[in-house]
DNA sequence: CTGCGATGTTGCGTTATTCGCAACGTGCGT
DNA sequence: ACGCACGTTGCGAATAACGCAACATCGCAG
């Protein structure tokens, strides 16, 4: 393993935090300045970072432009992209798009909802896998051997008084996601927070993404959220067609 | 400089084209694949790369994580998302948000059109610095000195019949935008994309940021794209308004 | 205007780190 | 069941990264 890839990478994590000053970086890495100073330049030449007039370093346009490049050959993604906006503008809530990858779940996509309460998400952001409505839709479709494998090695942080608190626990409710085709975490992640999420699969019938709408109950109450399920089926549905007629 | 970096970002670079096998990748770097894949476990370790059963590597979920954590950052594109969102879906056309940073002018917002007509633009790249309204935009207000040096420094590309051949012509046109507050896109880059491009200032009045609106003339001619004007350059007033009076 | 301090940059010798090789696993397809 | 392709590991050689110390550069204050 890369002692100097690593070091870039801390380097970036830091740098998404904030804009740095070279000493400031040094430190953190508990290395030289003079070596942070040669990372950065690699970095800098290929758009990774940026300084600006005064030598204080930022993440560049190169991060950003491999993010989204990459974002965007994801298939399910842009064939999501109408329904998700439509969801989320005729809900008027915050609409996720989200995959299951390496044993983790991960938002690749959000729409935001015009509420004034914003939610603490972020496209790349891991989902928790025992307390996020997407995670149990995605997780449910696993095969047998796999889905015990990943219950069993999650830790199960209790976030709230509904939290799922053992794989016994969860592999029940995924049981059941899988049988009614939909999934919740009622006030399961944040107290507050109400979330619905649906399937969507690919021509095979594989499950690919579980696409969420997300509720703050001051917004909507909990009864009101299953409300919004008509809407989000219909949009997963609309997505999977898209996706077994596109290719 | 850092070779070890350097080949790192290659390898990003090249995963960005599309998933690769270990085996292609040192093909690409010209190395062998032992250095390939310790590179590669150095990246996979900070969630840059991920790879899936198939032993295929794409790019993984702490860059897309970095990315939006840095964008999120950008205080103005924050302050600007709703009235861009807005002007997006009043006009139903395509909006940029572009920035100056370090001698070039970059995409760090865009709202898609509902049109079936998609442009070829992305978060993160570079705008064309002679032929793009943002940018004329952002030239527009920088200190007369750097305006010239820049101009200088332009490779004038001709994209098209309209395309601005040269720096005088350039800085010429400069001056008209500074004086009308804000800047027009004639067929300059693509022969059948009209833009108009206007102004954000943050509470000093210096320009921090050009948004724009941008139409293919299949769907508007170049006369409609100007009667676009007014809802635009009240977008850019709006978004500018908050950022003075957000902090 | 001049000197001082802080911060970034360069040259260079040392050595830790990376590199490539060759041998070894492992899984898939035939 | 066999063979092949592809990924992985151990190890010595050597390169590339490291830290030091001296040198610029800039901003600020006397």
């Known amino acids: 393993m890369s002692q100097t890839v690593t070091r870039a990478l801390r380097l970036l994590a830091e740098l998404g ?7 400031q970086l040094a430190e953190v890495l508990g290395v030289h300045k003079t ?3 040669r990372l ?3 970095l800098e030449e290929g758009r990774f970072v940026h300084r600006d007039a005064n030598h204080r370093y930022h993440l560049g346009a190169g991060l ?10 994801r298939g399910i993604r842009r064939t999501a992209a109408p329904h ?3 969801l989320s503008a005729a809900t008027g809530q915050t609409v996720h798009l989200a995959a299951y990858e390496g044993g983790e779940v991960v938002y690749i996509d959000k729409y935001d909802s015009r509420q004034p309460v914003r939610m603490y998400s972020r496209i790349g952001l891991r989902a928790s896998l025992h307390c996020t409505a997407v995670a149990k839709v995605l997780l449910a479709d696993l095969p047998p051997a796999e ?3 990943v219950a069993a090695a999650i830790e199960y942080t209790p976030y709230t008084a509904n939290t799922i608190a053992g794989p016994k626990q969860l592999l029940a409710e995924l049981e059941q996601v899988a049988a009614q085709g939909w999934a919740q975490d009622h006030a ?3 107290p507050f927070i109400n979330c619905v999420a649906a399937p969507v699969r690919d021509v095979s019938g594989r499950v690919v993404a579980a696409a969420s709408v997300s509720v703050p109950d001051v917004v909507l109450r909990y009864e009101q959220v299953l409300e919004l399920l ?9 997505i999977s067609a898209d996706a077994g007629a596109a290719r």
């Open 84 to 86: 998700l906006a439509e």
């Open 35 to 37: 070596t942070v100073l």
């Open 230 to 238: 008509p809407q989000l089926l219909a949009a997963a549905r609309a």
């Open 147 to 149: 889905r015990r494998r």
């Open 17 to 23: 935090e904030g804009e740095r000053s070279l000493d």
């Open 40 to 42: 950065l330049q690699s």
């Open 64 to 73: 950003f432009a491999l993010s989204s490049l990459a974002l965007e050959q």
């Open 188 to 190: 399961e992640h944040e």
